[in-house]
């Protein structure tokens, strides 16, 4: 503990000030709940986390943020966040998953450029897919959301940014190393063709080529991966009409299994191997009638298509995605107090599914086709500078399902310059594509028996919180308190517990709810440096076969603490995390010859520690650091490693990290026009 606590005295960060937007980027950035955050005066040190102005409670993280860890992709950039927990699903595939509200990340819906994306058999990858150096910022809205982007957030949204063709022109270089061999390289830039035309291209490559099997298991910790992609955007603003587009296309392998050179050869080894290629675009159109009023008009258009080719021992699976969406909204406010936003939306998605799963006796050969047009409306009333109400209500109708209807309100109130006071209040559905989203349960012995007529899942989500800045001195204390309920009217449950060596899909038939509470402090001790600590307690129940049981790997709390230090002028940068993770339930496990259990009924808490320095130069940085510093792992994380052929072979019975401590440096380059 002297050792931590010199190095969290060692840390820090920067202020908050008001509302944040990217430095050197002229343009808006819309919070999830429609509110536009514009450009403001900010201080000598910048905050990369701060709280938006909106109604909904979404949390604005800049690049700067995203700059006090290695951040590689997505999933890594919520190393720092105490909202929103990233996990690997299983021990053998590298797919990661992402909590929110002590929920699975299946209920977050996903945005890029406040576009739905990333959805089917693109989730368990979907937070490698988007490199770290591509993103200007994120924005994480918790509970109910606007209706604008559709049905489906339950628990909240993440919208990712990216960075603009019409930014200050700007290159940049990113090169990481890491001790594992993964090395990656990301490139960007943008041009000003014109006074209107403006493009950019990102570029992205990463390979880790190395077996590491530190327990012995004879299984590689983590699978070996080569992953390429290209992102070309282009943008025209004119007074009144604004068009963007972009094209991204990304190949990925994995190669995991036994192929670690430190076990010894088998003649029959089990392997895996995944390969995923997806192409993906989209176009918005805008134009603006009044600017006074900001009456517009708005057309987006998107499409991708994914095609994935897994191996799993001897099972095999394959699966074409084709996803098609349109949306077409009109925005008007009436004058300071009433405001109105309207329009329609069409989703289409297609599957494609074959595969054969040996030990299960199962040949899938599926074609299943969803599409859902949608119209909502949308009214903000507000009074004054102190109290807020926007109501949203929508109708799509699945050639599935049938109709449904989505209502959603939030309320805020701002009773003097100390308080902000939240409330939301709204339904989320969405629509399960079983083997698509969870084909990485593949990876074991388990039979796979999918209950037929699965129903569309359907939720409540009720949250309260509150958002104290509390003057001490010339500084601000800064304290958020939440609170969040869910409570699933339908849900598909995956059925860990009725048969130890079975996993079942099936329809909820009981109860299923989650309850989060959440506080956070954040204080700037002196110039330049900040702590922030953060608490979350989970309850998260669900019925599996008629008993409501505590659900199976998820932490039921979890503690953060994060500082940042950067002296002087900011040459230098020191940031420190600690995660302390609690523990919670496992599957029920059944009984060995010797009596014993296959495992432990319950998994105890464990503490992470992060590190990272950061260098500054006038047009470069150099970063070095450490992941997992205090090096806990899962001990043996893959059931029956020694006869992956039998049906006790599991590897997702996964609560904990996989590999040890980690070390990496890297360099950033970057060349701003100012």
Known sequence: MKLLASLIFLSASVSVHAQVTESGDSSNVKTLDGNTVGEVTISAHQSGRAKTSGLGNTEFISSKELLRAACCNLGESFTTNPSVDVNYADATTGAQQIKLLGLSGTYVQMLTENIPNYRGVASPYALSYIPGPWMQSIQVSKGASSVKNGYESITGQINVEFKKPQATPFADANLYYNTMGKLEANLGANLQLSQRWS?????????????????????????????????????????????????????????????????????????????????EAFTKNAYIFNKERMTNVALILSGSTHHENATYGHQLYRVDQRNGYASLMFETDFNEHH?????????????????????????????????????????????????????????????????????????????????????????????????????????????????????????????????????????????????????????????LDSDPHAIHFTNLNGDSYSHTWQIEATYPFFQGFSLTATYRRTNVKTTYSGVLQEKPLTNNYKGLFTASYAPGLGKWQFDVTLQLNGGGRMPTPYTISDGSLSWDERYKGYEQLNAQITRFFRHWSIYAGGENITGFKQKNPIIGANDPWGQNFDSTMIWGPLHGAIYYIGVRLNWNKI
Not at 256 to 274: E, R, V
Not at 389 to 404: P, Q
Not at 438 to 448: C, D, E, H, T
């Open 199 to 279: 493009t950019a291209l990102l570029g992205h490559y990463e390979i880790l080529n190395k077996a590491h099997d530190d327990n012995g298991d004879g299984f590689v910790d983590m699978p070996k991966i080569r992953q390429g992609s290209l992102l070309s955007r282009w943008a025209w603003m004119s007074d009144n009409y604004v068009f963007q587009a972009s094209v991204k296309g990304l190949k990925e392998h994995r190669e995991g299994g036994q192929i670690s050179h430190h076990s010894p050869l088998t003649t029959h080894p089990y392997l895996i191997d995944i390969t995923n290629e997806r192409y």
């Open 339 to 495: 405001s109105l936003s309207t329009g329609f939306s069409l989703n289409h998605d297609y599957f494609d599914q074959r595969g054969q799963l040996e030990h299960c006796g199962l040949d899938i050969d599926e074609r299943d086709d969803e599409t859902t047009p949608g119209i909502y409306a949308q009214y903000t009333y507000k009074i004054g500078e102190k109290f807020v109400v926007m109501s949203g209500l929508r109708w799509d109708h699945s050639n599935i399902y049938g109709g449904f209807v989505t209502p959603r309100m939030h309320l805020k109130y701002v009773p003097n310059d100390i308080v902000t006071l939240r409330g939301s209040i709204g339904k989320g559905y969405r629509t399960n594509h079983v083997l698509a989203e969870n084909n990485y349960l593949l990876a074991s012995g388990r039979q796979i028996i999918i209950d037929p007529d699965l129903e569309q899942e359907e939720a409540w989500n009720m949250g309260i919180s509150a958002a104290l800045n509390i003057p001490i001195g010339n500084k601000t204390l800064e304290i958020n308190a939440e609170y969040y309920y869910t409570n699933f009217l339908h849900q598909m449950i995956v059925d």
